[in-house]
């Protein structure tokens, strides 16, 4: 009777064994691991238009030329912008030669280099990060357009009389493959005075409603009454010591950049120092992805979290877009959404 037990025991046993892999199988699944990132979307072709390329640039339009250059060229790296300006903040101790020195010895594009000798623009491009990396995506896609939007904007700046030769810098109207632009230089090629202005004054009345132009205030030192009349000017950079990465411009009429002494006439975007940001429009991620994607991989990691949206996903940082520090008076007011994708 015993060994009887057992053996209906083993059968009980074995036939009980099928039936719950099956029900197993057909049973409500464990939700999936947290941990399973989704791919990353498929860069899209849209362009941006004119209107909104020329929101994207209000705030830096009627900066100075060689400037501007560098701002536009650095945006195409945004990570490596916020590795130069959390740099620059953990080396404040660094003046004059010594910073030089310091600074040569990164591996940063020059573009990048070059803005820390202009540190509150840096800081700027990278507190601003989502406005940033929208710039860079723009001058990587369309750059002509982004310089067609600026000539733009410093026509109107001129004809609502806000935008005029100071003792800071020097406006000119110039025929460039017969077309006027115009250009604007500092007084003193070695000092570099970085100009703060609210849109809505220099431009005049903003035609487009849907997109409002970006605005991102200016230091608390800087009077009301001075912004209500148009451009107002910081503290002016010494650029003596750091010649070698200065001294390029605007191409206005091939409607690109150069960005130094040592390059040639034309920029090109390196993707080496994209440090594995994707990029967000098609034709440029034919272009540059395959190399962007073997360069910075290890780097990143610090800064970009696991999962690749730590620090580049900065709509999640408050105040980044409707209102900001009080220093700023006002923010990015009207700022809109320009499609970051990252």
């Given amino acids: 009777m015993l060994r009887c037990r057992r053996v209906l025991l083993a059968l009980m046993i074995i036939l009980a064994t099928p039936l719950a892999a099956v029900a197993q199988g057909t049973g409500t699944q464990a939700p999936p691991s947290t941990a399973a990132q989704p791919p990353a979307p498929a860069p899209e072709e849209t362009l941006l238009k004119p209107e909104q390329l020329e929101a994207l640039v209000a705030p830096i339009a009627l900066y100075p030329d060689a400037l501007l250059a560098n701002m536009l060229a650095a945006a195409t790296y945004p990570l490596e912008v916020v590795t130069a300006a959390r740099w620059v903040k953990d080396h404040k101790d660094l003046k004059g030669d010594q910073l030089k020195a310091e600074v040569d010895k990164q591996s940063w594009d020059d573009s ?25 995506d723009a001058v990587l896609a369309q750059q002509p357009d982004v310089m067609d939007a600026i000539q733009r904007l410093r026509t109107k700046a001129q004809a609502n009389n806000k935008l005029v030769s100071t003792k800071e810098q020097k406006v000119t109207v110039q025929k460039v493959e017969n077309k006027q632009v115009i250009v604007i230089e500092p007084t003193d090629p070695n000092t570099m005075y970085v100009p703060y202005y609210e849109p809505a004054t220099v431009y005049g009345a903003w035609p487009y409603a849907a997109y409002p132009p970006y605005y991102f205030g200016y230091p608390s030192y800087i009077g009301a009454g001075v912004i209500a009349a148009g451009l107002a000017f910081g503290a002016g950079y010494a650029l003596g010591r750091w010649g070698n990465y200065w001294g390029g411009g605007c191409n206005w009429g091939n409607r690109n950049v150069y960005v130094n002494h040592r390059t040639t006439n034309v920029w090109q975007h390196n993707a080496a120092h994209r440090q594995g940001v994707r990029y967000n429009n098609a034709s440029v991620q034919q272009r540059f992805g395959n190399n962007n994607l073997r360069a910075g991989a290890s780097d990143r990691m610090d800064f970009r979290g696991k999962g690749g949206q730590q620090v580049l996903k900065p709509g999640d940082r408050a105040g980044d877009r409707g209102g900001d520090r009080a220093a700023d008076r006002g923010g990015d007011r009207g700022s809109k959404d320009f499609g970051v994708a990252l």
Avoid: E, F, Q
């Fill in 112 to 136: 990048v280099k070059a803005l820390t000798s202009t540190p509150s623009v840096l800081d700027m491009m990278n507190d601003k990060l989502d406005w940033t990396k929208s710039l860079g």
